[in-house]
């Protein structure tokens, strides 16, 4: 019985080695090619109002050419509640502003990115991303943009604008940024 | 029997018949014996078994089942039909002779009928005649009978009330003696049993008194014996629980030992506590849990020593029987 | 009888009683003594695994007791020696003087020695013995290629802490997570794999954006995750051995939370099309057909499979808030909330056995691991931190895998699944978040 047993855990370790010289590799670059993504991060639609400093380093002068000038519609980020995606009083009139932009010119297109705080499961915040850019959509199809002009996408929480765990920071990524993108 | 200068030769050929006889006659009996005692087959079918000893033997081996008087050998059936009926002759072909056969036939019949009628009547008249006469004689006799037992019963009747009353007289002289007699031996009795009485009372109070005495003695003895119980039992719970909590603080319990889990374990101890055998025994545990059990008790030594010497037990029989 | 004669046994009788009494009283001291035992305490098992002899240069100086020992530890069953307080250091178990052990509070003992059979073979023998009962438990031999000489380490382990504590060991298991560099908005995301202990580490995947919710095959050879390389979600799977890609979706909307079905055919999927609401599908990988498996206009995301792969279990947040729901994948029935008494319950991820759930729940306090029990039945709070989430099953279903913040920190931690035990991954890098525990390596 013994030997039976040595001889099967032997049998095991032999066959379990002869894979695992091939799976227990070296730290990295051996094996499985690192795939690396090419389309690095393009953020065409940074937005460039004051209202997110920390996020105006690229692409600004781009986006600022498209889409609305003028105070309000200068503004490319909505902010939300915690654990809520209605668009607050103080942001009607900023989505209401790209909204006539968008209308107005049915070319334009843009992408509707939505973003929670960190706090909870992430996909279940990338739905909840996903929440608050479709109800930034619906208030812009509401005023007459065509569907075709509007992209969504959610990052839940995985792009924050702002590093940090108080409420300043989560009040700050709990956001739907508005991009334009021809 | 033997003549004295008879030679041993001759003993011993003698004994040795005599030995063939038995031998001879045991064997004898003993074939007789089995002889008698045939194995008794049973059939499949539905028969009764007879005891084959009763039975007259059959010349042949035993191999034959024995036959039942009772029940009839195998026969042939006996057939239903009835035999056939006598054939009627046929009659010859004559008519006038016929005729004149036939008329004479019917006078003769005729004479014949009357003749059987007279006989008839003359019959029926003496036969009512013969009862007539017996009829008479048969009452005759019976006034004659009514009368004979009348007087015999009036004569009984006076023997026995004579009898009945000499059976009175008699029975009071009885009764009067008898009451006398019975009289004279409730005196005797009273008098005996107020002798016994007395007798009885004078054990009773002495009786008394050794059992007083004695009932104090066992009582003490009670009290005294229900002290040492009450101690041992108390201190014996006291042993029980030390060696519980040491036991209960060195059980690693794994996880998988869960309720439903009763695991025995034979411990041996020296005067000391320090355990020295440990025995997994009964375990409904898996390895790992008989493992843990073992272990706790190895570790539980040196256990703890009762507060009485005299409870110190050697083996301990542990069970495991997790509770939550 | 006379009366004398019937006193005479009556004083007699009673004489014996009083003895017979006595007698019984005593004799009751000479049967074995009994005693129940109806709990125990929760301790870890002390064991001393004594450095092994080497087998230079052929064991490249990987001391495998360190890591046999850190194994053992790391599970939360054990408490291992330290070796400085080791008086000796044998190596055969003829060479244990089992009383020094013992008087240092040792039930267990390991001794162990390495030897080179050829180039390409390297084993170790070592046993196990039992320092109370003097009985040796174990007497192995784990023959590893040099390469791989960890992976033998944690084969001794897991044959120990199968024979101490009847739960077959998962030290020689991976687990694969995702890291991310640099600050917002310049951060860069790596998905990785290493053995449990952390070690070993490899980059299987490097991207600028997002990469998220890794998930194994239960063979070991793919894994599925989710990628925002191009501006959107979508989900892969790759094989591990190749680092061969495949785009399983890039639909519009929500392409997130895949979860490979247990015999390895089917994937369960969140989508959300244009609409952008979340809901659950399964995706039949050879055939490619999509079956919907919730429909309505709630969040419905996070799906994991039973082990018999009958059901997913998901989050929904139908009843207002998300909560733990159960359904039939052949559909028929209702789903049913699994999840009570908290206000937001979340990622559940089912035991190897399928009884237990562990999922994230929030409270006055923040959000924990907790487990329950798939039935129903009260929620046990596991972990203590405040920003906890993504549990997974060690394939023995004894540990949990997780992320948590520690001083701000991202950083991976494993608890018991009884809860007594929590202890911190060694971090090599960064923010490291996401993890899931691969499964047995056979």
């Known amino acids: 019985m013994r030997k039976t047993l040595t001889l099967l855990v ?131 199809l509401l005023q007459g943009v065509k569907e075709s002009q509007i992209a969504t996408v959610s990052y839940g929480e995985e792009r924050p604008a702002v590093a940090g765990s108080d409420e300043l920071a989560y009040s700050k990524n709990r956001r739907v940024e508005i991009f334009y993108i021809n | 029997m033997n003549p ?86 046929e009659p010859v072909d004559d008519s006038a002779a016929r005729d004149q056969l036939a008329r ?119 009290a005294e014996e229900r002290q040492l119980a009450a101690q041992n039992s108390g201190l014996l719970a006291q042993y029980q629980a030390q060696i519980r909590s040491r036991i209960e603080r060195a059980w690693i319990r794994p996880p998988n030992a869960r309720p439903g889990l009763s695991c025995e374990v034979r411990i041996t101890q020296v005067p000391g506590g320090e355990v020295v055998g440990v025995r997994v025994g009964n375990c409904n545990g898996d390895e790992s849990v008989r493992q843990s059990i073992e272990a706790a008790a190895y570790r539980a030594s040196p256990l703890p020593l009762p507060a009485d010497p005299s409870l110190f037990d050697r083996n301990l029989l542990v069970t495991f029987k997790p509770q939550d | 009888m006379d009366l004398t004669m019937l006193q005479t046994l009556r004083k007699f009788s009673t004489r014996m009683l009083s003895a017979l009494v006595l007698w019984a009283g005593a004799g009751a001291a000479y049967a074995d003594l009994s005693i129940d035992i109806t709990k125990g305490v929760t301790d870890a098992l002390s064991i001393a695994v004594v450095p092994f002899a080497r087998s230079v240069p052929a064991d490249g100086g990987l001391d495998v007791a360190a890591v046999v020992q850190h194994d053992l530890e790391g599970s939360g069953r054990f408490r291992g020696m330290d070796r400085k307080d080791m008086l000796s250091t044998p190596v055969r178990v003829a060479d244990i003087q089992a009383a020094d052990w013992r008087a240092a509070r040792n039930d267990y003992i390991v001794v162990g020695r390495l030897s080179s059979i050829s180039n390409t073979e390297l084993v170790i023998d070592f046993e196990l013995v039992n320092l109370l009962s003097g009985q040796t438990l174990l007497q192995q031999r784990v023959s590893v290629a040099p390469s791989a000489l960890r992976h033998g380490a944690h084969r001794v382990a897991d044959l120990i802490y199968q024979r101490l504590t009847g739960t077959r060991g998962a030290f020689a298991t991976r687990i694969g997570y995702v890291s991310v560099d640099g600050a917002p908005p310049a951060q860069r995301y790596q998905l990785l794999l290493a053995d449990a202990d952390g070690e070993n580490i490899r980059v299987i995947l490097e991207s600028a954006r997002p990469i998220m919710s890794p998930a194994w095959s239960s063979d070991g050879e793919w894994v599925a995750y989710v990628s925002f390389e191009n501006h959107a979600s979508a989900v892969y799977v790759q094989r591990v051995r190749t680092g061969e890609r495949r785009l399983v979706s890039a639909r519009a909307g929500i392409n997130g939370a895949p979860a490979f079905s247990p015999d390895g055919r089917r994937l369960a999927l969140t989508l959300s099309g244009s609409t952008g609401n979340a809901d659950i599908y399964v995706l039949d990988l050879a055939t490619q057909l999509l079956t919907r498996i919730t429909e309505d206009p709630a969040i419905d995301t996070e799906a994991t499979w039973s082990p018999d792969g009958k059901q997913l279990y998901f989050t929904s947040d139908r009843a207002g808030g998300p909560q733990i729901y159960r359904v039939g994948v052949q559909g028929g029935e209702a789903a049913r909330r699994l999840s009570f008494g908290v206000p937001y319950a979340a990622r559940p991820r089912v035991s190897p056995d399928g009884t237990q759930l562990a999922l994230v729940v929030r409270d006055s306090s923040g959000y924990h691991i907790a487990a329950q029990d798939v039935a129903g039945g009260a929620l046990r709070v596991l972990t203590r931190g405040s920003l906890d989430e993504s549990p997974s099953f060690a394939p023995n279903g004894a540990q949990i895998i997780y992320a948590a913040r520690e001083r701000g920190q991202a950083i991976l931690a494993m608890v018991s699944a009884d809860g007594q035990v929590t202890q911190r991954l060694k971090a090599d890098r960064g923010e490291v978040r996401d993890p899931v525990w691969g499964p047995y390596a056979d």
């Open chain 2, 4 to 89: 004295r200068g008879a030679g041993p030769g001759v003993s011993v050929a003698l004994s040795v018949a005599l030995h063939a006889l038995l031998a001879g006659l045991f064997a004898l009996g003993f074939w007789q014996f089995h002889r008698k005692e045939p194995p008794v087959q049973q059939l499949a079918i539905e028969a009764t078994v007879v005891d084959g000893s009763r039975l007259p033997m059959p010349a042949a081996s035993s191999s034959v089942p024995p036959i039942s008087n009772d029940s009839p050998v195998s026969e042939p059936p006996v057939p239903d039909t009835q035999p056939p009926l006598p054939e009627v002759s």
């Open chain 2, 104 to 222: 004479e036939q019917a006078a003769r019949q005729l004479a014949e009928r009357q003749q059987q009628l007279q006989d008839e009547q003359a019959q029926q008249a003496k036969a009512a005649r013969d009862a007539k006469a017996a009829k008479e004689a048969k009452a005759l006799r019976e006034a004659k009978a009514a009368k004979e037992a009348k007087a015999a019963r009036e004569a009984q009747l006076a023997k026995e009330a004579k009898a009945a009353e000499e059976a009175r007289l008699a029975k009071q002289a009885q009764e009067l003696r008898e009451r006398q007699a019975r009289e004279a031996r409730e005196k005797q009795q009273r008098e005996q049993q107020a002798r016994e009485q007395q007798a009885r009372e004078q054990q009773a109070r002495e009786q008394q008194a050794r059992a007083a005495n004695e009932a104090e003695l066992r009582a003490r003895m009670a």
């Open chain 1, 10 to 140: 032997l049998a095991s370790v032999l066959a379990l080695s002869a894979c695992s010289g091939k799976k227990v590799k070296p730290v990295t670059g051996a094996g499985g090619e690192p795939v690396t993504s090419t389309q690095s991060g393009a953020q065409t639609g940074g937005a460039g109002g004051g209202t997110s400093g920390t996020r105006g380093t690229e692409g600004s002068t781009a986006n600022g050419a498209l889409g609305p000038t003028g105070e309000l519609g200068s503004q490319r980020v909505i902010y939300f509640d915690f654990d809520n995606s209605d668009i607050r009083p103080e942001f009607i009139d900023v989505v209401a502003a790209h909204g006539r932009f968008l209308a107005n010119n049915p070319a334009v297109r843009v992408r509707l990115e939505g973003h929670t705080d960190e706090r909870g499961s992430r996909e279940y915040n990338i739905a909840l991303g996903e929440r608050r850019s479709q109800t930034v959509r619906r208030a812009l």
